[in-house]
């Protein structure tokens, strides 16, 4: 088997496989945008029925369901077609994210999933730097307007947004996780105590309504979990309902 580089941080690739493999009944998967193919290649191996997509061909693996597409538009599959959908750090490179959750549900059974991985601006360590620089860690100085490329990170998605966003078109998050907690990481510890007591303040002061506010209590409980404090990428698994 040929080697293809994983494109992203490390463990990425373990951790969606151990999510989407972890139902075991997932016959059709979409892997987008595809790249070189790494992931798409580990699914193959599996004998998983994987269709990969990208705005241009670059794979490195032979997968006769290969298809142009632009996450930005109307993707090129039918209603319902997948019993999942993969999106390993692409969100953030995307115009119009909204319009790729709306995408991936319209091409997902329901009861099928969405993993999404994307770098985790909600970690404190990324926090730190936006205090101090106003850039986020994985975006840490400004892009080259003059030459725009797909690769530039013009997205960064923090929890409460990609929640927004699934939850608004008929998904459930289900698992929050990460990649990996570097040592680094570990030494912003000394700010959760101060970052909780702020969060809890202005979420008990500014929302009046009583339903939003035990949504708002879900969401507070994944903003301060040892993945999204710490973590290095935020992977996110949510249901099709």
């Known amino acids: 088997m040929k080697y293809i580089p994983e494109n992203t941080s490390k463990n990425t690739h373990n951790r969606v496989a151990s999510l989407l493999l972890a139902d075991g009944d997932k016959q059709s998967v979409l892997d987008i945008p595809s790249g070189a193919g790494a992931f798409t290649q580990r699914l193959l191996s599996k004998k998983i029925e994987v269709h990969s997509g990208d705005i241009e061909n670059f794979m490195e693996v032979d997968n006769p369901n290969f298809r142009e597409g632009n996450m930005n538009e109307r993707l090129p599959y039918e209603n319902g077609f997948f019993d999942a959908v993969v999106c ?21 059974k329901t009861g099928g999933n969405v993993i999404i991985s994307t770098p985790n601006i909600n970690s404190l360590r990324s926090r730190w730097r936006w205090f101090w ?24 998605m923090a929890y409460q947004r990609l929640r927004y966003m699934l939850h608004t078109r008929n998904f459930r998050i ?29 979420y008990n002061k500014e929302e ?18 040892k993945a999204l404090l710490f973590g290095e990428t935020m992977i996110i698994k949510a249901e099709r309902i």
């Open 208 to 225: 009046k309504n009583s339903q939003q506010r035990i949504v708002n209590k879900q969401i507070k409980r994944h903003l301060f979990s």
């Open 174 to 202: 289900t698992t929050v996780t990460t990649n990996r907690i570097k040592w680094i990481s570990w030494t912003y510890l000394i700010f959760v105590p101060f970052t909780y007591l702020a969060t809890t303040f202005v």
């Open 133 to 156: 620089t106003s850039h986020h860690n994985k975006n840490k100085v400004p892009l080259n307007e003059n030459n725009p490329t797909p690769l530039h990170h013009i997205n960064m």
């Open 88 to 108: 390993i750090d692409g969100i953030e490179h995307l115009e119009r994210p909204f319009d790729f959750i709306t995408e991936c549900s319209r091409v997902i």
